[in-house]
T-cell receptor, first 116, second 114 residues
Framework: DADVTQTPRNRITKTGKRIMLECSQT?????MYWYRQDPGLGLRLIYY???????NKGEISDGYSVSRQAQAKFSLSLESAIPNQTALYFC???????????????FGPGTRLTVL | AQSVTQLGSHVSVSEGALVLLRCNYS??????LFWYVQYPNQGLQLLLKYTSAATLVKGINGFEAEFKKSETSFHLTKPSAHMSDAAEYFC????????????FGEGTQLTVNP
């Protein structure tokens, strides 16, 4: 019973194509995040959203856009994909309780994107 | 700005040996610290977290970590490695004023040899 799901799990596309990666969660969390993982670089934050009307850029937002369609859904788009966007993409969620536990994030299984 | 440094991108141990994965952080305010594990072809799973309670934190699968403010460290240890511990491990830091955003280290790939 996955709490955070991502679709597709794998995608191969060509340079210049528009791509959308989708994330859904059943945890009831308000906060959602998109990261990309590259070997030797760890995870880097692309965008994050603290509620449906709140969307913020992360450290590497150029070339990406997001949409928060509902509390449970957060999509990442690559308007015109380029080869250096080839990476593993993760969606994550976190709760808001006003305690340190808010900073714990729960991750989806990832989407492996290859841009040729 | 906060940052995290993991010393050693690859660590190799024998089965039954001590596991020590190093993490140092920089933060201008008291941090929240996390260790996540990533098994092959899977997402990240929380191993343990420090959120300003006890400085010695015990996690799942026999792992523990100690927050040492004077050394700005949060090293991960396990007394006896098991083959199933082979995975990539990430240290991450957050702080009260970052709005729950995490900054991750580069990751350490742990290999366990029979």
């Amino acid at each position: 019973d996955a709490d955070v799901t991502q679709t597709p799990r794998n995608r191969i596309t060509k340079t210049g194509k528009r791509i959308m990666l989708e994330c859904s969660q059943t945890k009831g969390h308000d906060r959602m995040y998109w990261y990309r993982q590259d070997p030797g670089l760890g995870l880097r934050l692309i965008y994050y959203s603290f509620d449906v009307k709140d969307i913020n850029k992360g450290e590497i937002s150029d070339g990406y856009s997001v949409s928060r369609q509902a509390q449970a859904k957060f999509s990442l788009s690559l308007e015109s994909a380029i080869p250096n966007q080839t990476a593993l993409y993760f969606c994550a969620t976190s709760d808001f309780t006003g305690t340190g536990s808010d900073h714990e994030q729960f991750f989806g299984p990832g989407t492996r994107l290859t841009v040729l | 700005a906060q940052s995290v440094t993991q010393l050693g991108s690859h660590v190799s141990v024998s089965e039954g040996a001590l596991v020590l994965l190093r993490c140092n952080y920089s933060s201008s305010v008291p941090p929240y610290l996390f260790w996540y594990v990533q098994y092959p072809n899977q997402g990240l799973q929380l191993l343990l977290k420090y959120t300003s309670a006890a400085t010695l934190v015990k996690g799942i699968n026999g792992f523990e970590a100690e927050f040492k403010k004077s050394e700005t460290s949060f090293h991960l240890t396990k007394p006896s490695a098991h083959m199933s511990d082979a995975a990539e491990y990430f240290c991450a830091v957050s702080k009260e004023t970052s709005g729950s955003r995490l900054t991750f280290g580069e990751g350490t790939q742990l290999t366990v040899n029979p």
